[in-house]
């Protein structure tokens, strides 16, 4: 199964005015990065970046100038995305400037079950929030210090670690980074595989690598406990 995590840069918040000047994706195959990614700054012609929406992203008016326009970027967005799933985090909002942008250059939209909303995930998975995606950083314990601005591929590097540990957690984010996420996933079940076999294969248990001050400690603790204690329901006859 292949995604594209990706996050836009705007002029401004009117998808009917403002238009994309920054997109940033991540390709995930069977929810591993396989360290291909799309970057992107774009001209918006004659729209100008709102001060608000500067001060969110610090990209210039001119540091756009020699950048290319939507129309010449078109395709090699569609391509890279392919017939993958697009996810970003309130993708209302993308996916309304993503479809303008294609809508102007009379290309066909971006259909709702293309896409994933991991602000709606999140809603669902935390509905007490707070779920912007500083917070979830926060609460999934990934490091965003460097994030003293936001930017389509620093965001959609966070939203990754973000998104696999909503739909897992940190062993399916594995392969995080690597080149090739399909082939580390393959590692990591044959690896487990072998584990597995090799527990079954072993014709006597391992012996305990508890010592005996460590066993006699616990004997005592239990017995503490008496016959009422929930250990003993547990605990196995000599």
Request: glycine residues 8%; contains cysteine.
């Amino acid at each position: 199964m292949r995604e594209i995590i990706f996050d836009t840069e705007t002029t401004g918040l009117d998808n009917r005015a403002d238009r994309i000047i920054e997109i940033g994706g991540i390709e995930l195959i069977n929810h591993f990065p396989t360290g291909k990614t799309l970057h992107l700054f774009i001209n918006p012609g004659d729209r100008k970046v709102h001060p608000d929406a500067l001060a969110v992203h610090g990209i210039t008016d001119e540091s756009l100038k020699d950048k290319p326009p939507f129309e010449e970027v078109a395709d090699q967005i569609l391509e890279f995305f392919g017939d993958a799933k697009w996810i970003a985090h309130n993708a209302t909002f993308d996916m309304g400037f993503v479809n303008a942008e294609f809508a102007r250059l009379g290309r066909p939209p971006i259909l709702p079950d293309m896409v994933i909303d991991t602000l709606a995930m999140a809603r669902r998975k935390h509905p007490m929030g707070p779920n912007s995606l500083d917070a979830l950083c926060r609460r999934y314990g990934i490091d965003n210090s460097h994030r003293t601005q936001h930017g389509a591929l620093l965001d959609s590097e966070l939203l990754a670690e973000v998104y696999i540990e909503m739909i897992g957690g940190r062993q399916t984010a594995l392969g995080l980074g690597s080149g090739n996420g399909s082939s580390a996933r393959s590692r990591q079940n044959d690896d487990a595989d072998e584990i597995v076999a090799d527990v079954y294969a072993r014709p006597n248990p391992l012996p305990s690598r508890l010592s005996e001050e460590e066993q006699a400690a616990h004997a005592a603790l239990v017995a503490k406990l008496g016959e009422k204690g929930i250990w003993s329901k547990y605990r196995t006859s000599e």
